[in-house]
């Protein structure tokens, strides 16, 4: 929309920087963005937006981002240089340094690393393949195992599809019980969910509880009808104290799930020594409240267990996020209104991309196994620095920091600067893609459309949106899925093959919703495009059983990883009467609504105000150390030491540290001139790369032991 007089023009967008995908209303003039506000017609966000929306501006306008290819040079005086060279000479130089490394070492010998915005990008996922189908590597990964792997795990397990998340169904729930997330600070998680603290308020409104564990007293905390802290990492052993509550005092009920669910008994069986008395002294949960929580929970109308981060990045992710669904399941509160379901989105992936595999290929180092072709990011360092056969020697990142992002992120900067060659799809310059050879830098996000292909299979609500670029490509730029498309070509002609034409994104979404579920309804990529504000869908439906990608169409609840695995956690966690003794602290992460991962902090409206990479400590814990609020102190853990202030909250568990994740911009030759200057430290210089949740392969980063003195 233009008006005549001013040049002013309006724009509808989606902002991409984290999953609650608020629908945002941009005013332009020329090159300058006016104004970005939420956008009140949008169905999902409703007008809501976080103050990271301006930062869609901040990005676009960033002197420091990329804009040209850049070649990484060693000048006269031995130091690095980033010579600026043509688009058609960076793709070149990439293509022939892949299939170099791949006719000398075969192609097990090229990485792949994907990151988190690859998600946010639509071109990245559906034009990744032009590359990667040329290059069929064994060494893929990405920040899934960082992350959501457990997820992935438990929908792949129970319900046959590695994206059939039930996600919960907040505007119609009157009991919420939520493990380790943080969505007033997060925006929600595998759970998009714009304006969660207006749906958490109704859901109280109504007479509703939200019901929260975790180890800080957090923003969602401060809105929780009820919080209580929990050692980190002992969530497993609360969850079935829950479910042996639901099966003990025969509050199971099946409901309209009793006739496709099996193999409850036995499940039944394998967890009668996982009490509430068992679990107590080791999460720090009495037993009675224990069971209050699962009484109320199997009481409500409808009913909600739901855990993120804080249960998936710990040493029992994968069992936490079964048992999450199997306490859904048994309180019959799975496919209900008003409990977790299944979305069924305009671009229904779980129709169109396959259902994931777990464990068909392994490591080399470690022996760690697959899921869904990528292997746990933990072993990347060693996957490059281990000499021998598939020895990772090229590596290839987009839209990822994995040295901040990753455990023993220092171990994996040093590997990296060990390669052959590496080329980074990335527009800015920073502590991973400083090891590149090249880095391709793609159009910024306003510079190309936008359909969010993964998050509407995560949303409280049916919608689809479209959006058109705001901006025009500046001349000679590429696009993200343009570099995927181009490299891909040259390095199939290299290799003897044949370029091949590709459609644009918005062709092959305009392809997934003609034969998806609202076609007969009109929905296309037209009648999008002719509603900016993006079009309602409708709230959840049940949907089972034909929703499931089981074999029979049945929930098996008694899937053998999860249950083998109880072993595990017998070994950790024996009987104890009174309080477990545990002297070692444990470090937790924590977000920031101001901040997202590690790429956010080179804007001044987000960054301004008291620095906000500090420990968090219990003042009690720092008495007994000797600590004094706001002074610097060594934190200790396996793989390294860091020093950083201290920060005295009681809104922490005494024995628990809170450490934010993505800072450290100190490391020499990254450009990010206003993240250089609130540097702080790396949380994943302390985390650790044999942690491992050893069911899934998925990184600790949450409970962490740790030593903290006076520095
Ligand atoms: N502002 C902002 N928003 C973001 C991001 C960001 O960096 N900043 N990142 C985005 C991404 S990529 C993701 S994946 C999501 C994550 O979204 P969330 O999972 O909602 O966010 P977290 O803040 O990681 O919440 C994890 C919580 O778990 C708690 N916790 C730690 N250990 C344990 C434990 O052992 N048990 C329990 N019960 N709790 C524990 C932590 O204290 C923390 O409050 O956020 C997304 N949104
Ligand atoms: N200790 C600890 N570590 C953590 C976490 C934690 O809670 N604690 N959280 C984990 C989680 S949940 C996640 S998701 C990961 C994130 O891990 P990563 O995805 O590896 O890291 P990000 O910080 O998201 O870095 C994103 C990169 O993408 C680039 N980028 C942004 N947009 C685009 C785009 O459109 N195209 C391209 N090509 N590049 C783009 C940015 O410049 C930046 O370099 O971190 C994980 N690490
Ligand atoms: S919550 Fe904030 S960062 Fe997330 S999509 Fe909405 S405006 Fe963007
Ligand atoms: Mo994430």
Excluded at 291 to 305: D, P, S
Excluded at 458 to 463: E, L, S, Y
């Amino acid at each position: 929309m233009t008006s005549e007089h001013t040049g002013i023009k309006t724009h509808h967008r989606a902002c991409h920087l984290c999953e609650a995908i608020c629908g945002v209303v941009i005013e332009t003039e020329g090159e300058r963005i006016l104004s970005i506000k939420g956008d009140k017609d949008d169905p999902l966000s409703r007008g809501h937006i976080c103050p990271k929306a301006m930062a869609l501006k901040d990005i676009h306008e960033d002197p420091d981002r990329l804009r040209s290819p850049l070649l990484r040079t060693t000048g006269a005086d031995g130091k690095t240089e980033w010579v600026a060279i043509s688009w058609e000479d960076a793709l070149d130089r990439a293509a022939q340094g892949l299939v170099d490394t791949y006719q000398r070492h075969g192609v097990h010998a090229i990485g792949v690393y994907l990151g988190n915005p690859s998600v946010h990008n639509y071109g990245m996922l559906t034009h990744q393949g032009n590359l990667f189908r040329h290059l069929r590597t064994n060494n893929r990964f990405s920040a899934t195992s960082v992350d959501q792997l457990p997820h992935h795990l438990a929908a792949l397990w129970l319900f046959g599809h590695k994206l059939l998340f039930p996600i919960p169904d907040i505007d119609r729930c009157d009991y919420f019980l939520m493990l380790g997330a943080n969505p007033i600070a997060s925006n929600g998680s595998i759970w998009t969910v714009p304006d969660v603290k207006k749906r958490i308020k109704a859901l109280q409104a109504r007479g509703g509880k939200l019901v929260l564990l975790d180890p800080r007293h957090t923003e969602t905390a401060q809105l929780a009808s009820e919080h209580h802290f929990i050692k980190p990492g002992t969530d497993a052993l609360f969850l079935l104290a829950v479910l042996n509550t639901l099966f003990a005092e025969r509050l199971d009920d099946l409901a309209h799930l009793q006739d496709f669910t099996q193999g409850l008994e036995v499940v039944r069986a394998a967890i009668a020594e996982f009490t509430a008395e068992f679990a107590a002294p080791h999460t720090g949960i009495a037993a009675a409240t224990i069971r209050r929580i699962a009484r109320e929970l199997a009481a409500a109308n409808a009913g909600i267990c739901y855990g993120r981060m804080g249960v998936s990045t710990q040493a029992y992710g994968a069992l936490n996020q079964w048992l999450i669904q199997l306490i859904n399941i048994v309180t019959g509160n799975l496919d209900k209104p008003g409990g977790s379901l299944f979305t069924l989105p305009a671009v229904d992936q779980v129709s169109t991309v396959g259902p994931g595999g777990f464990g068909r290929h392994h490591s080399r180092v470690r022996g760690l196994p697959e899921f869904d072709r990528e292997l746990p990011v933990a072993a990347l360092a060693e996957e490059i620095t281990t000499p021998g056969e598939h020895q990772i020697r090229a590596l290839f990142t987009g839209a990822g920091n994995p040295v901040m992002s990753t455990p023993n992120g220092r171990q994996l900067d040093a590997a990296l600067a060990q390669l052959d060659f590496m080329v980074s799809l990335d527009f800015y310059l920073n502590e991973t893609t400083r090891h590149a050879t090249l880095i391709l830098p793609p159009t910024s996000p306003l510079e190309h459309d936008h359909y969010d292909l993964a998050f509407h299979v995560n949303a409280v609500r049916n919608t689809a949106r479209f959006n058109e670029a705001v901006f025009e490509k500046p001349n000679g730029a590429r696009h993200d899925w343009e570099i995927f498309t181009e490299l891909g070509n040259r390095v199939a002609m290299l290799l003897g093959g044949a370029a091949q034409a590709s459609m644009p994104p918005a062709d092959i979404v305009a392809m997934g919703l003609q034969i998806g579920p609202y076609a007969q309804q009109g929905v296309s990529l037209q009648t999008l495009r002719e509603n900016p504000s993006g079009i309602d869908l409708g709230p959840l439906q049940p949907q089972l059983p034909a929703r499931l990608r089981t074999q029979g169409n049945v929930i098996r609840c008694d899937t053998p990883e999860p249950l083998a695995d109880l072993a595990r956690l017998r070994a950790e966690f024996a009987p104890v009467q009174g309080q477990a003794q545990d002297l070692s602290l444990r470090l937790i992460g924590r977000r920031h609504v101001r901040s997202n991962n590690s790429w956010m902090h080179n804007f001044h409206r987000l960054m301004k105000g008291k620095p906000r990479c500090t420990l968090m400590m219990h003042p009690d814990d720092m008495q007994t150390r000797g600590i004094q609020d706001g002074h610097e102190v060594r934190v200790q853990s396996r793989i390294g030491t860091l020093q950083v202030v201290v920060e005295s909250a009681t809104d922490i568990m005494p024995g628990v540290v809170s450490l934010p994740h993505g800072f450290g911009h100190d490391r020499a030759g990254i450009r990010l001139q206003i993240a250089q200057r609130h540097a702080g430290v790396s949380c994943n210089d302390l985390t650790d790369e044999l942690a491992l949740d050893v069911l899934s392969g998925n990184a600790v980063l949450n409970g962490v032991p740790v030593e903290v003195v006076a520095a």
